[in-house]
């Protein structure tokens, strides 16, 4: 039997909408959430999620790992279901049979949504080196995500806008002018 010359398209079936890392170009331009296979670690993160948002620990999630391992999918995924409308998350829900098995898990999780969630979504958090730059970055995250769902309560003021505001009235300004002044003298 002669061999036929075919392409590699031919030997694979190739998602058009796969993409290998899921940052904000990705999410921008339509990858998908919802076809993440729910694997054991992918459940545990669920399980944890909800454990977190009862109250049922004081711990938060840090997700880690070798590159390639489907941290940023699993987290967009996770996003997502706390995100979309319950129909969604019941929809993705019936979609695999290791969710289909826990139904309680699905249903405290739309408890916690109807109650009120914000997510706060970063990717990419290796240039991220000091303790510093890891809260400013989550504060960064928080607001944007306030912002985005129109929450008009967002506590007080963090402090870079507090020092900002503080600033801005004309007296304290002196103050830090004469302060910076004083400074020099002695550089």
Not at 49 to 61: A, H, Q
Not at 76 to 103: G, H, I, M, Q
Not at 155 to 184: C, R, T, Y
């Amino acid at each position: 039997m002669p061999v036929q010359n075919l392409k590699y398209c031919e030997y694979f079936d190739v998602n058009e909408k796969y993409f290998p890392c899921i940052d904000e170009s990705a999410i921008n331009s339509g990858a998908a959430w919802d076809t993440t296979y729910p694997h054991q670690t992918f459940i545990d993160l669920l399980n944890l999620t909800e454990k977190m948002l009862g109250g049922n620990t004081n711990r938060s999630i840090w997700i880690h790992g070798a590159y390639g391992t489907g941290k940023s999918q699993c987290t967009y995924t996770l996003k997502k279901l706390l995100d979309v409308p319950e129909s969604e998350a019941r929809a993705y829900w019936d979609k695999f049979e290791p969710l289909k098995k826990n139904p309680v898990l699905l249903e405290k999780l739309i408890g916690h949504k109807a109650q009120g969630i914000v997510t706060a979504y970063r990717y990419a958090s290796g240039s991220i080196t000091t303790p510093q730059q890891l809260f400013f970055a989550v504060q960064e995250s928080i607001k944007k995500a306030l912002d985005t769902n129109e929450v008009s309560y967002k506590g007080e003021n963090s402090l870079k806008e507090s020092v900002i505001a503080w600033l801005e009235d004309p007296i304290h300004n002196q103050f830090m002018d004469a302060l910076l002044q004083k400074v020099n003298q002695f550089i």
